[in-house]
Protein backbone atom coordinates (compact mmCIF):
# COMPACT_ATOMS: atom_id res chain seq x y z
CA UNK A 1 0.00 0.00 0.00
CA UNK A 2 1.08 3.62 -0.68
CA UNK A 3 0.73 7.02 0.51
CA UNK A 4 -2.10 7.68 -1.88
CA UNK A 5 -3.54 4.41 -1.04
CA UNK A 6 -3.91 5.08 2.43
CA UNK A 7 -5.62 8.26 1.10
CA UNK A 8 -7.89 6.66 -1.21
CA UNK A 9 -8.82 3.86 1.34
CA UNK A 10 -9.79 6.54 3.82
CA UNK A 11 -11.55 8.62 0.98
CA UNK A 12 -13.69 5.44 -0.51
CA UNK A 13 -14.76 4.35 2.87
CA UNK A 14 -15.79 7.63 3.63
CA UNK A 15 -17.65 8.62 0.78
CA UNK A 16 -19.57 5.15 0.64
CA UNK A 17 -20.25 5.10 4.44
CA UNK A 18 -20.83 8.56 5.88
CA UNK A 19 -23.74 9.20 4.50
CA UNK A 20 -25.11 6.18 6.87
CA UNK A 21 -23.46 7.17 9.97
CA UNK A 22 -25.03 10.89 9.57
CA UNK A 23 -28.37 10.20 8.55
CA UNK A 24 -28.68 7.92 12.18
CA UNK A 25 -26.93 10.96 13.68
CA UNK A 26 -29.84 13.21 12.47
CA UNK A 27 -31.96 12.98 9.06
CA UNK A 28 -31.71 16.37 8.34
CA UNK A 29 -27.93 16.73 7.69
CA UNK A 30 -26.82 17.06 4.10
CA UNK A 31 -25.00 15.12 2.25
CA UNK A 32 -21.10 16.99 2.09
CA UNK A 33 -19.28 17.35 -0.88
CA UNK A 34 -16.01 15.28 -0.84
CA UNK A 35 -12.56 15.80 -2.58
CA UNK A 36 -9.65 14.28 -1.50
CA UNK A 37 -7.30 17.35 -1.23
CA UNK A 38 -6.95 20.73 0.87
CA UNK A 39 -9.34 23.25 -0.77
CA UNK A 40 -9.04 26.27 1.53
CA UNK A 41 -10.73 28.68 -1.09
CA UNK A 42 -13.69 26.27 -1.86
CA UNK A 43 -16.55 27.40 -0.86
CA UNK A 44 -19.21 24.36 -1.07
CA UNK A 45 -20.55 23.60 2.18
CA UNK A 46 -20.83 21.48 3.70
CA UNK A 47 -17.32 20.39 2.45
CA UNK A 48 -15.66 17.42 3.80
CA UNK A 49 -11.61 16.95 2.21
CA UNK A 50 -9.53 13.90 2.84
CA UNK A 51 -5.62 14.46 2.60
CA UNK A 52 -2.03 13.26 4.11
CA UNK A 53 -0.21 15.86 6.49
CA UNK A 54 2.35 13.42 7.17
CA UNK A 55 3.95 9.86 7.35
CA UNK A 56 6.31 7.51 9.27
CA UNK A 57 7.48 4.05 10.05
CA UNK A 58 5.09 2.65 12.30
CA UNK A 59 7.72 1.91 15.03
CA UNK A 60 11.35 1.56 15.52
CA UNK A 61 11.30 -1.83 13.42
CA UNK A 62 9.07 -0.38 11.07
CA UNK A 63 10.97 0.67 8.37
CA UNK A 64 12.79 -2.81 8.38
CA UNK A 65 9.56 -4.31 8.28
CA UNK A 66 7.47 -2.22 6.06
CA UNK A 67 5.27 -0.53 8.21
CA UNK A 68 3.87 2.81 8.06
CA UNK A 69 1.24 5.12 9.41
CA UNK A 70 0.26 7.68 7.65
CA UNK A 71 -1.89 10.61 9.08
CA UNK A 72 -4.56 12.19 6.90
CA UNK A 73 -6.97 14.90 7.87
CA UNK A 74 -10.56 14.60 7.44
CA UNK A 75 -11.61 18.38 7.60
CA UNK A 76 -14.94 19.85 7.51
CA UNK A 77 -15.54 23.00 6.20
CA UNK A 78 -19.21 24.58 6.50
CA UNK A 79 -20.96 28.24 6.19
CA UNK A 80 -23.40 29.41 8.48
CA UNK A 81 -25.50 32.02 9.30
CA UNK A 82 -23.36 34.58 11.51
CA UNK A 83 -26.41 35.04 14.18
CA UNK A 84 -27.01 31.63 14.81
CA UNK A 85 -23.19 30.16 15.60
CA UNK A 86 -24.39 28.07 18.13
CA UNK A 87 -26.79 26.11 16.28
CA UNK A 88 -23.62 25.75 13.35
CA UNK A 89 -21.47 24.76 16.05
CA UNK A 90 -23.71 22.15 16.71
CA UNK A 91 -24.49 20.91 12.98
CA UNK A 92 -20.60 20.34 12.88
CA UNK A 93 -19.92 18.46 15.81
CA UNK A 94 -22.86 16.26 14.81
CA UNK A 95 -21.16 15.91 11.41
CA UNK A 96 -17.82 15.50 13.71
CA UNK A 97 -19.75 12.67 15.45
CA UNK A 98 -20.67 10.50 12.10
CA UNK A 99 -17.31 10.60 11.16
CA UNK A 100 -15.77 9.19 14.81
CA UNK A 101 -18.40 6.14 14.16
CA UNK A 102 -17.83 5.97 10.25
CA UNK A 103 -13.97 5.21 11.46
CA UNK A 104 -15.18 3.15 14.13
CA UNK A 105 -17.23 1.00 11.67
CA UNK A 106 -14.25 0.56 9.45
CA UNK A 107 -12.30 -0.91 11.87
CA UNK A 108 -14.59 -3.82 12.63
CA UNK A 109 -15.23 -4.24 9.10
CA UNK A 110 -11.41 -4.86 7.48
CA UNK A 111 -9.63 -7.60 8.17
CA UNK A 112 -6.80 -6.65 5.50
CA UNK A 113 -3.68 -5.78 8.03
CA UNK A 114 -4.41 -1.86 8.36
CA UNK A 115 -6.31 -0.03 10.65
CA UNK A 116 -7.31 3.11 11.40
CA UNK A 117 -6.95 5.18 14.37
CA UNK A 118 -8.49 8.72 15.71
CA UNK A 119 -6.17 10.97 16.83
CA UNK A 120 -6.55 14.54 17.74
CA UNK A 121 -8.36 16.99 16.28
CA UNK A 122 -8.94 20.69 16.09
CA UNK A 123 -11.67 23.42 15.14
CA UNK A 124 -12.27 27.12 14.55
CA UNK A 125 -14.75 29.64 13.57
CA UNK A 126 -14.25 32.53 11.58
CA UNK A 127 -16.10 35.69 9.80
CA UNK A 128 -17.24 34.97 6.23
CA UNK A 129 -18.94 37.19 3.93
CA UNK A 130 -22.33 37.69 4.33
CA UNK A 131 -22.92 37.92 7.66
CA UNK A 132 -21.94 34.09 7.73
CA UNK A 133 -19.33 32.27 9.64
CA UNK A 134 -17.36 29.39 8.78
CA UNK A 135 -17.25 26.38 11.15
CA UNK A 136 -14.00 24.46 10.20
CA UNK A 137 -12.93 21.03 12.14
CA UNK A 138 -10.38 18.33 11.09
CA UNK A 139 -10.18 15.69 12.79
CA UNK A 140 -6.35 13.17 12.33
CA UNK A 141 -6.92 9.84 11.36
CA UNK A 142 -3.53 7.85 11.36
CA UNK A 143 -3.64 4.98 8.89
CA UNK A 144 -1.47 1.95 9.81
CA UNK A 145 -0.20 -0.49 7.07
CA UNK A 146 2.10 -2.44 5.15
CA UNK A 147 3.95 -1.37 2.60
Same mark, same amino acid.
Given at each position: *??? +????? !? ?15 ? #???? &?????? +? #? +??? /? ?6 ? =??? &? ?7 ? &?? =?????? !?????? $?? %???? @?? %?? #? ?5 ? &???? $? ?8 ? /??? #? =? ?11 ? @? ?7 ? =??? $? ?6 ? *?? /???
Amino acid at each position: *MSV +RQAVD !ALADWIEAQFGTYLQAI #SGTL &ATPTYV +R #S +RRP /YDNRTPLL =QVY &ATSGRPYDD &AG =QRNRAW !AVRCAV $HL %SMLG @SA %SD #SDGSQDT &ALAY $HQALINCVNA /YND #S =QATGHSLILDEWA @SDDFGAADN =QTR $HEWAQIVE *MR /YFA
